[in-house]
C-alpha cells in the first residue's frame, strides 16, 4: 500500500556511531564516534541509551529545533519491548510511539511520521533508531564471549544511533511516497542468513512501489536497501529478475554491503546489520549527496527479518517485512 504525502519534509538528520563504523566507508562524516562499546557506561544497553541521546542532541542543535517544539517523538531499536527507546524518551518528555519492525524500523517510521505530519496539525516529528553490536548479539544469537564461530554469510550488528526531524516547513529535501510491506515467509530458518530472509520483502515491496507510483527503475538515482549484505543484494537482483522481471540495473545499493570496508574489517562477514545500519549510511551520505545536487530521487527499502529466538528454536521459518521511502530534492 503507499501513501502520497504533499507537505512532508526533512529538516535535519543526525548520525552518532562506534569505532567499528568509524573505521568504515562513512568514518569521517558522522556527527559524532566512539572508541569502544561502553561509552563510559557501565553496560552495553545503558551505552545504547546514551548513544540515542547524543543523536538527538546533534540533530537539535543543527537544526536549532528545541525538544519542547517536537510535537512527537518515534523511536526503534533491537532491544527487548524498544527499552533503549523508551528509557532516553523519558527525557525527552515529549509524547512518544515506540515501534518495532526489527532492520525495517527506520522507514516505518517515516511512515507514520509522515502520516501525522500529513494528517494532524503538528509541525515536526523526530524520528529515532539506535542498535548496539553488543546488545543485539547477546539477545538473538549468542553474547560475544561465548565465542560462537560465525558463518560468511551472516551479518554484523551495526553500532550506532540516528535522528531524523521531520517537518511542515519546506526544505530541499521531501518525503514524496512511502509502501507499506507485506510480510513474507519463504520458509528460510537459518537465522543468520538474513539476506535469504529479507530479499523476497525488498523484492516485493519494491514491485508493488513500482506498480503503484507508476515509476521505474531508471526514475530512480539510487535505490538503497538495507540490509541484506553483500549475499542477500546478489539474491535481490535475480529474485526481481525471476520474478518480477525487472532489472534492478547500476541503481541497487545496500547499505549493508557498503558501510564497512569488507576487505579491511573481515570480521563483518556479509555486512552490516541492525535498525541503525540503513539509517547511518541514509543520514550520511544519500542526505549529504541530495543537499548538493549530485542525487534528485532516492527509494529507499528497509528490510526486517520478524525473528523470535524461541520461535526460531521450535523451528519456524522466519517472516521478513520491508517498507519503502521515496525521497526528492525539491526542485
Known amino acids: 500500500m503507499t501513501i502520497n504525502f504533499n507537505n512532508v519534509f526533512i529538516k535535519e538528520v543526525s548520525a552518532v556511531a562506534s569505532f567499528d563504523e568509524k573505521e568504515g566507508t562513512f568514518g569521517k562524516l558522522y556527527d559524532k564516534t566512539y572508541d569502544d562499546y561502553y561509552l563510559g557506561c557501565k553496560t552495553f544497553e545503558q551505552a545504547e541509551i546514551k548513544m540515542l541521546k547524543d ?13 519542547n517544539e517536537i510535537d512527537a517523538v518515534i523511536g526503534a531499536d533491537l532491544s527487548n519491548q524498544g527499552a533503549v527507546n523508551s528509557y532516553a524518551s523519558v527525557d525527552f518528555n515529549r509524547p512518544y510511539l515506540g515501534l518495532y519492525n526489527a532492520c525495517a524500523s527506520m522507514c516505518e517510521e517515516f511512515i ?4 501525522l505530519l500529513q494528517n494532524k496539525p503538528l509541525k515536526n516529528v523526530l524520528l529515532n533508531v539506535s542498535s548496539h553490536n553488543m546488545t543485539a548479539e547477546r539477545q538473538f544469537r549468542n553474547p560475544v564471549e561465548y565465542g560462537c564461530p560465525k558463518p560468511k554469510r551472516s551479518t554484523f550488528t551495526v553500532t550506532g544511533a540516528a535522528s531524523c526531524i521531520l517537518t511542515t516547513e519546506k526544505t530541499n529535501i521531501k518525503v514524496t511516497s512511502v509502501s507499506i510491506g507485506t510480510p513474507t515467509d519463504l520458509g ?3 537465522a543468520y542468513d538474513m539476506g535469504s530472509v ?31 549484505g553483500v549475499y542477500g543484494k546478489d539474491i535481490l537482483k535475480e529474485y526481481m529478475k525471476e520474478t ?40 550520511t551520505d544519500i542526505i549529504n549527496r541530495m543537499k548538493n545536487k549530485e542525487l534528485s530521487k532516492v527509494l529507499l527499502v528497509a528490510t526486517g527479518a520478524l525473528m523470535s529466538p524461541t520461535m526460531n528454536n521450535q523451528r519456524l521459518s522466519i517472516p521478513s517485512i520491508s517498507h519503502a521511502v521515496c525521497l526528492e530534492v525539491v526542485k
Not at 55 to 67: A, C, P
Open 198 to 228: 529479507m530479499a523476497p520483502s525488498a523484492g516485493r515491496t519494491i514491485y508493488e512501489h513500482f506498480l503503484e507510483t507508476k515509476t521505474k527503475v531508471d526514475d530512480y538515482d539510487v535505490i538503497l536497501t538495507g540490509d541484506l
Open 244 to 283: 518480477y522481471d525487472i532489472d534492478l540495473k547500476n541503481k541497487l545499493e545496500d547499505a549493508a554491503s557498503i558501510i564497512y570496508d569488507r576487505k579491511k574489517q573481515g570480521h563483518v562477514k556479509a555486512g552490516g546489520s541492525g535498525p541503525a545500519c540503513l539509517a547511518l549510511v541514509t543520514y
Open 55 to 67: 543523536s538527538v542532541n546533534v540533530v537539535l542543535g543543527k537544526s536549532g529545533v528545541k525538544i
Open 188 to 190: 528460510v530458518t537459518d
Open 112 to 115: 507514520i511520521g509522515s502520516s
